[in-house]
C-alpha cells in the first residue's frame, strides 16, 4: 500500500485525488482506502462516512448509508449530513479537474429538501472545471436520491477558484 501511496505526486490537490483514485479504486479494498484518506485529509467530512462511488474530473457521485450516526431525531438522514454530503460531493467533482496551481474553497451553501431522507442515499455532481487558476467563483449543483431513485434534496455550492497559496 505504501508504494502506491508514494507515487503520489502532492503538488496539485487535483492531479492528486484523480491519480489517488485511479490507483486504488481498481483495488480490492481500494475505494474503501481512498474513502479513508479523504476523511483523514478533511476530519468533519469524514465523520458522516460518505463513500465515493465515481471520481472524474468534472464528476462526482457520492453515497451516504442511513445509520444512527447521520439520524435525526425522527429517523431519517440529518439534513446537516446531508449538506456535507453536497459539499464532498462537489467539492470533489471540482478539485479533480482543477489544475495544480489553483486550489478551491466552499462558499456558500444552500440545500433544498423534498423529502424525508431514508435508507441509502446517492449525490451528484457534474461541472466544468476551470482550464485556469484565474479568480473566479464557480456555482454547482447536485442533486440527492434515494434507493428508489425518488430525489429527496437538491443543492447549490458556490466555489472560490483562485490561485494556490505558495
Known amino acids: 500500500m505504501f508504494d502506491l501511496l508514494s507515487k503520489l505526486d502532492f503538488s496539485g490537490a487535483g492531479s492528486t485525488l484523480h491519480r489517488a483514485w ?8 481500494g ?12 476530519p468533519y467530512t ?16 457520492a453515497r451516504l448509508r ?7 431525531h425522527v429517523g431519517s438522514i440529518h439534513a446537516i449530513a446531508l449538506i456535507n454530503l453536497a459539499e464532498v460531493t462537489s ?4 478539485m479533480c479537474g482543477l489544475p ?8 456558500h451553501l444552500a440545500i433544498d429538501y423534498h423529502r424525508k ?9 457534474d461541472c466544468e472545471p476551470p482550464a485556469t487558476n484565474a479568480p473566479q467563483e464557480i456555482e454547482l449543483s447536485c442533486a440527492m ?21 505558495r
Open 46 to 61: 469524514g465523520s458522516i462516512g460518505a463513500e465515493i462511488l465515481e471520481l472524474a474530473p468534472g464528476h462526482a457521485r
Open 100 to 107: 495544480d496551481d489553483a486550489r478551491g474553497l466552499p462558499i
Open 66 to 72: 442511513e445509520r444512527r450516526a447521520v439520524q435525526n
Open 145 to 165: 436520491t434515494d434507493a428508489g431513485g425518488t430525489l429527496v434534496a437538491t443543492a447549490a455550492a458556490r466555489w472560490k477558484v483562485s490561485p494556490k497559496r
Open 91 to 94: 467539492g470533489l467533482a471540482l
Open 117 to 125: 431522507a431514508r435508507g441509502v442515499v446517492t449525490a451528484e455532481c
Open 22 to 29: 485511479g490507483l486504488l479504486s481498481p483495488l480490492p479494498g
Open 31 to 42: 475505494k474503501q482506502l481512498f474513502n479513508r484518506l479523504i476523511g483523514l485529509i478533511n
